[in-house]
């Protein structure tokens, strides 16, 4: 075989290295597959591999990635080298490629000696069964298992197994469209399409390798819309910030009021950012300098030194009792609240910001998770006077 250059991504260095796992998953355009299929390519024409490509169901050889390894053999000119059967990939040098389901093929897989390399397509979808049957038949010295995957749901057996858990000796890399050298226009152009039409969580989950969520514990998730717009005419800029401790960010954001919807338009977001760094982290907020900025006042001292350097219009909000619960019924009161793509962690903690679940009854709990939310704590700090306070009225009979 002639000598023959195949390029991969930086990010795939890893999937060289001896690892008895290694995890590849992510969104949509990440080159997940293309990746694993020209690695497994190379290191069958390196040294004899019988390499089983797996997923939960195959109903027909239609269903592998055959067709995928096929095509990749042909753009990388490795013809010469591998002899593309109907059902198999077969080497010059003993290498060969085997495709079957899982599910429906237990005592063909049980059965199967001398597997060196396992990929296992659509990984999400492999139940806790199969993964009992199919780990222990990859018993070879060296042997790896390979996943490819979009995570579907937190609890899933292969989330808990390989994201959520996973072993000690795997190799674990999360990758996405914007990671990926080769992501083409005509799909970029898509992606575009489902961020503007596709409420957050969706287009996370698509696009972003995110878990589903559970819609009815999302705080905002109905209401968060990804777009472009212009503030002209619109009410504000209203001002808020948040400060962080440990690995809390410190925040701050910009947003507008127009229609009855509300707009996030810009945010900065800092982690184990310094008291004397936190102006220079202010300023990549426009305007934030001239306006008020409404801040958590359990940091005085963060305050006044703020006011001292450049942010002299720096000031506390008022607290009190049940002030998060209405803060956020005025978020919620919002027709929809409209972000800029670029406001990244917004969009991320909108997607995110929470209410507990119990644990067993599945049942969404009255209260707030304690993460994802310091974007919205300086949201509502922002909007603190356009928050109208419950006022208790008490009947006195004389």
């Known amino acids: ?43 069958g024409t390196q040294e004899p591999h019988r390499i089983l490509c797996a997923r939960e169901y195959q109903a027909s050889i239609k269903d592998s990635v055959h067709r995928l390894l096929a095509d990749r053999i042909e753009h990388w000119g490795l013809g010469e080298f591998y002899d593309i059967q109907r059902d198999t990939i077969l080497g ?66 292969t989330s808990q197994r390989f994201i959520e858990s996973p072993p000690n000796d795997a190799i674990t890399i999360k990758i996405n469209w914007d990671g990926n050298p080769y992501f083409p226009e005509t799909l970029d152009l898509e992606r575009q399409r489902d961020q503007a039409r596709l409420d957050p969580s969706t287009y996370a989950h698509i696009w972003e390798g995110a878990y589903l969520e559970n819609t009815q514990a999302q705080i905002l998730a109905d209401k968060i819309k990804v777009a472009e717009y212009s503030t002209e005419g619109m009410d504000g800029p209203y001002y808020g910030a948040d400060w962080g401790f440990s690995q809390d960010p410190t925040t701050l954001v910009r947003c507008w009021v127009s229609d009855g919807n509300l707009y996030v338009d810009s945010e900065a977001y800092g982690v ?127």
């Open 1 to 43: 075989m002639s000598n023959t250059t195949i390029k991969l991504p930086t990010w795939a260095k890893p999937l060289r290295d001896r690892s008895r796992y290694k995890i590849l998953y992510g969104g949509r355009g990440g080159g997940k597959s293309y990746a694993i299929a020209d690695q497994l390519l190379i290191d």
């Open 92 to 157: 010059r040098n003993g290498t060969a490629f085997i495709f079957r389901g899982v599910r429906h093929n237990v005592q063909s897989i049980k059965s199967m000696s001398g597997l060196t390399r396992v990929w296992v397509e659509e990984a999400q979808t492999v139940s806790e069964e199969s993964w009992r049957i199919l780990i222990p038949t990859v018993r070879d010295e060296g042997s790896e298992i390979w996943l490819s995957l979009n995570p579907n749901r937190k609890e899933d057996a």
């Open 272 to 398: 184990n950012i310094d008291i004397d760094r936190t102006p220079e982290l202010f300023d990549q907020v426009d305007g934030a300098r001239d306006h008020v900025i409404r801040a958590d006042s359990a940091r005085p001292e963060t305050i006044s030194y703020l006011q001292r350097h450049g942010y002299p219009r720096i000031i506390g909000v008022k607290k009190w009792a049940g002030s998060v619960e209405e803060g956020i019924q005025h978020l919620r009161s919002y027709r929809q609240i409209v972000i800029k793509p670029r406001c990244k962690h917004a969009i991320e903690e909108g997607r995110l910001y929470s209410y507990k679940v119990d644990r067993l009854s599945g049942d969404v709990l009255p209260t707030i998770v304690d993460a994802h939310n310091h974007i919205w704590d300086a949201v509502r700090y922002a909007l603190e006077p356009l928050i109208r306070r419950r006022t208790d009225i008490i009947a006195e009979f004389i």
